[in-house]
């Protein structure tokens, strides 16, 4: 079954303090590895699309990279505003509906 | 150019109304797909429509739920006959269709849905 799993569920980091967020796919065929950030309340927010092994993107503190098995969302010297569900899908198979990791918190305190 | 819009924002229903909850896609979109959301479950696809047609439903219970997406006219997620157990956040994403499996998705607000 494809599956899609992120870690940690939960974290706190300083303001400045960089970190890794943690995406694991189980899918037949990824096409396409989609990044969001999703406020309190609010609808997901596309970041980036990945499509294949050794591709990264960037954008202002967050570079996200894919390998054949995970993907990772880095924040790099993040801010308070930075604070968000941070959320990773993924798009399989012949079919355009993406699998929904749970997302991981993430609190930036200032 | 406004983003996807979704409305109401928030409904109340009694068990065994009906809901409907309603997706104006982004200007030059012709592609929508609704999710549910639940804090535990994260979100799940429900049904995936182009213009005048369903392409793909297979994350819709069969009873109760149906969804449109008229020639003219926003799309609709009609819930009959609601239980407490539709009570979650319902979201609308739409696309371009222009860049087939992986056309990025762009999201609406939601519509809570509480059912008492």
């Known amino acids: 079954e494809d599956q899609v799993t992120q870690s940690p569920e939960a974290l706190r980091l300083q303001e400045g303090e960089s970190s890794s967020l943690n995406c694991s796919y189980t899918?037949?065929?990824?096409?396409?590895l989609f990044w969001y950030r999703q406020d309190p309340g609010k609808g997901p927010e596309f970041l980036f699309t990945l499509y294949s092994a050794g591709e990264e993107k960037e954008k202002e503190r967050l570079k996200a990279t894919l390998t054949k098995k995970e993907s990772f969302l880095h924040i790099t010297a993040p801010k308070p505003e930075d604070s968000a569900t941070y959320l990773c899908a993924a798009n399989a198979g012949n079919n355009r509906k993406l699998i929904w990791g749970l997302g991981t918190s993430l609190a930036v305190n200032p | 150019n406004a983003g996807v819009m979704q409305n109401p924002r928030h409904l109340v229903r009694r068990r065994g109304q009906e809901a409907r909850l309603r997706c104006s896609p982004m200007k030059g979109h012709s592609h929508v797909y609704w999710y549910r959301q639940l804090p535990e479950e994260g979100l799940k696809f429900m049904v995936y429509l182009q213009k005048e047609n369903i392409i793909d439903e297979s994350g819709m219970p069969k009873e109760r739920f149906s969804a449109e997406f008229p020639k003219e006219g926003p799309s609709i997620l009609r819930i009959q006959q609601v239980v407490r157990g539709d009570s979650a956040a319902y979201f609308c994403?739409?696309?371009?269709?222009?860049?087939?499996?992986?056309?990025?998705?762009?999201f609406g607000p939601g519509t809570r849905l509480t059912v008492l």
């Open positions: 994403a739409s696309a371009s269709g222009t860049s087939g499996f992986t056309d990025t998705q762009y």
């Open positions: 899918v037949s065929g990824l096409r396409g």
